[in-house]
C-alpha cells in the first residue's frame, strides 16, 4: 500500500522538518520530494503535514504515519540484508553528545552490533565541540553531536528548537545564574551570546563537564542552562516567559565522519542513525 521510496521521504521530512533539508539528504529536488508527501497522503487518505512558510508540523495521523514508516522500512532492511548475504566487516570508532545517552541511541546502536557482528564498534561520549577535535585528529571515524558553527560538515539527523532550562519553580533575577558546559561548548557560546546581544547581566554559578553535572546543578536551583526542547534532561522545565530570557534559536544534530566522508561501517552507522533520527528524540 505504502511504496518505500516515499516512507523514506516521509521520515527524511519529519526529522529536518523542511522539505529542502530532506531533498538534501536524499540527493532529491524538493519538488520531488514534495511529490512524494503528496502521494503517500493520497495513499493514506490522510493528511500528514500541516505547512505554513516558517514550519513544517505533523499531525495526528501524520505521528501514526511515523511508526508505521520506520517499521515498514525496518523490515525492508532486513530482507535486503537476508537476501544479499554480504557481511560488513571493520571497525568504527563512534563519538556521540551525552544529549543522547538517556534516550533510544543504545537500543539503535544494540540493533546495529547484532545486524552487523563482525563490525568491532567503540563508543565515546563528549561534548560536541570536543567529539569535533577528536574526529579532526583522526581518533573518531563518525559522530553525531550539534552542527558547530561556521561548519557545514555533516547531514541533518534533525532540527530543534534550544530553551533556556531549570528545575520547576527556580526564581531567576539578574544577573542571571547560568549553569554550563567547561568551553569549549556549542550550547555555552550560544547562551553567552545571547545575553551579551540582549544586554542581559550574567554570572556563572556553575561549570561542569557532563550532561549530569549541569542537570544536578539546575535540580539545586543554582540557575539556569541551555538545552534542546526535544532532548529536555529529566525534572527539567523549559523557563517561563515571563523571564524574559532571549530567544537561543535552533540547533541542528549532524552526524558526520571524516572529511574524506564515512565509509565502510562508519557509512553503515550513519546510515542507520539518518534512517532512525526520530528514534532519538525523547519527547518522541
Given at each position: 500500500?505504502?511504496?518505500?521510496?516515499?516512507l523514506?521521504?516521509?521520515?527524511?521530512?519529519?526529522?529536518?522538518?523542511?522539505f529542502?533539508?530532506?531533498?538534501?539528504?536524499?540527493?532529491l529536488?524538493?519538488?520531488?520530494?514534495s511529490?512524494?508527501?503528496?502521494?503517500?497522503?493520497?495513499?493514506?487518505?490522510?493528511?500528514l503535514?500541516?505547512?505554513?512558510?516558517?514550519?513544517?508540523?505533523?499531525?495526528?495521523?501524520?505521528?501514526?504515519?511515523?511508526?508505521?514508516?520506520?517499521?515498514?522500512?525496518?523490515?525492508n532492511?532486513?530482507?535486503?540484508?537476508?537476501f544479499?548475504?554480504?557481511?560488513?566487516?571493520?571497525?568504527?570508532?563512534?563519538?556521540?553528545?551525552?544529549?543522547?545517552?538517556?534516550?533510544?541511541l543504545?537500543?539503535?546502536?544494540r540493533?546495529?552490533?547484532?545486524?552487523?557482528?563482525?563490525?568491532d564498534l567503540?563508543?565515546?561520549?563528549?561534548?560536541?565541540?570536543?567529539?569535533y577535535?577528536?574526529l579532526?585528529?583522526?581518533?573518531l571515524?563518525?559522530?553525531?553531536?550539534?552542527r558547530?558553527?561556521?561548519?557545514e560538515?555533516?547531514?541533518?539527523?534533525?532540527?530543534?528548537r534550544?530553551a533556556?532550562?531549570?528545575?520547576?519553580?527556580?526564581k531567576?533575577e539578574?544577573?542571571?545564574?547560568?549553569?554550563?558546559?567547561?568551553?569549549?561548548?556549542i550550547?555555552r557560546?550560544?547562551?553567552?551570546?545571547?545575553l551579551?546581544?540582549?544586554?542581559?547581566?550574567?554570572?556563572?554559578?556553575?561549570?561542569?563537564g557532563?550532561?549530569?553535572?549541569?542537570?544536578?546543578?539546575?535540580?539545586?536551583?543554582?540557575?539556569?542552562?541551555?538545552?534542546?526542547?526535544?532532548?529536555?534532561?529529566?525534572?527539567?522545565?523549559?523557563?517561563?516567559?515571563?523571564?524574559?530570557?532571549?530567544?537561543?534559536?535552533?540547533v541542528?544534530?549532524v552526524?558526520?565522519g571524516?572529511?574524506?566522508?564515512?565509509?565502510?561501517?562508519?557509512?553503515?552507522?550513519?546510515a542507520?542513525?539518518l534512517?532512525?533520527?526520530?528514534?532519538?528524540?525523547?519527547?518522541?
Amino acid at each position: 500500500m505504502f511504496d518505500p521510496v516515499h516512507l523514506e521521504s516521509f521520515l527524511a521530512v519529519v526529522q529536518t522538518r523542511n522539505f529542502t533539508e530532506a531533498g538534501r539528504r536524499l540527493g532529491l529536488q524538493q519538488s520531488t520530494v514534495s511529490q512524494h508527501i503528496r502521494k503517500l497522503e493520497e495513499s493514506a487518505g490522510r493528511r500528514l503535514f500541516v505547512r505554513d512558510t516558517h514550519r513544517v508540523t505533523l499531525t495526528a495521523d501524520g505521528e501514526a504515519m511515523t511508526g508505521f514508516a520506520q517499521t515498514i522500512l525496518d523490515t525492508n532492511q532486513r530482507a535486503r540484508r537476508y537476501f544479499a548475504g554480504s557481511q560488513l566487516r571493520g571497525r568504527v570508532r563512534f563519538g556521540t553528545s551525552e544529549d543522547f545517552v538517556s534516550t533510544r541511541l543504545p537500543e539503535l546502536l544494540r540493533d546495529f552490533v547484532r545486524q552487523h557482528a563482525l563490525v568491532d564498534l567503540e563508543l565515546k561520549v563528549g561534548v560536541s565541540a570536543t567529539l569535533y577535535e577528536y574526529l579532526d585528529a583522526g581518533e573518531l571515524d563518525l559522530v553525531l553531536a550539534k552542527r558547530r558553527a561556521g561548519d557545514e560538515r555533516g547531514q541533518l539527523v534533525w532540527r530543534d528548537r534550544l530553551a533556556w532550562v531549570g528545575a520547576p519553580g527556580v526564581k531567576i533575577e539578574a544577573p542571571v545564574p547560568l549553569i554550563l558546559f567547561n568551553p569549549p561548548s556549542i550550547t555555552r557560546t550560544v547562551a553567552l551570546e545571547a545575553l551579551e546581544r540582549a544586554g542581559l547581566t550574567w554570572r556563572i554559578a556553575c561549570t561542569s563537564g557532563s550532561l549530569s553535572g549541569l542537570r544536578a546543578a539546575c535540580l539545586a536551583g543554582l540557575g539556569v542552562t541551555v538545552h534542546a526542547r526535544g532532548l529536555m534532561p529529566e525534572g527539567l522545565v523549559e523557563m517561563p516567559a515571563a523571564l524574559r530570557l532571549p530567544e537561543l534559536g535552533d540547533v541542528e544534530f549532524v552526524v558526520l565522519g571524516a572529511r574524506s566522508g564515512p565509509r565502510g561501517p562508519a557509512a553503515a552507522l550513519a546510515a542507520a542513525i539518518l534512517a532512525n533520527g526520530d528514534r532519538l528524540q525523547r519527547s518522541g
